[in-house]
């Protein structure tokens, strides 16, 4: 028999772990990711758990990063998703979308705060919507 917890993570949503006394150890690069965003591969099995993002007011997030930083958390800097070839630039730029940061939590799994700086429209659409059969 295991243990089933639930963390309250606001605006009535939870966030669900178990544990039982016989699993087996996660496989890093399989169960979730080797390392986190910025830092290395970030490849996960399907069907596995590769990160969970919480949004964040973007007014906070670099006060965040500073908070999990003092607390001895290792934290990336915040990055900043844009529409550049890269994908990300050291700052904020005309075409950011999402301002984040990534850690991980006790058991390995990539947990990420993203601050959206804009709504998504019909022109970031760049591709015509996969189907499941053809």
């Not at 606001?10 to 039982?20: E, I």
């Not at 399989?30 to 986190?36: M, Q, Y």
């Amino acid at each position: 028999m295991g243990q089933h917890f639930f963390f309250d993570i606001g605006k009535g949503n939870s966030l669900a772990f178990f544990w039982f006394p016989d699993a087996p150890d996660s496989q890093p690069g399989v169960s979730h990711p080797v390392s986190v965003v910025g830092r290395g591969p970030i490849t996960s099995a399907h069907a596995s758990m590769n990160h969970v993002a919480f949004d964040v007011p973007a007014e906070k997030i670099d006060e965040y990063q500073k908070r999990l930083e003092d607390a001895g958390v290792d934290v990336t800097s915040v990055v900043n998703h844009d529409d550049s070839e890269r994908g990300a630039s050291p700052t904020i730029t005309d075409t950011t979308f999402v301002r984040s940061l990534y850690f991980t939590d006790p058991d390995g799994i990539m947990l990420e705060f993203a601050a959206w700086t804009r709504e998504f429209d019909a022109s970031d659409v760049r591709h015509e919507p996969a189907k499941a059969v053809e």
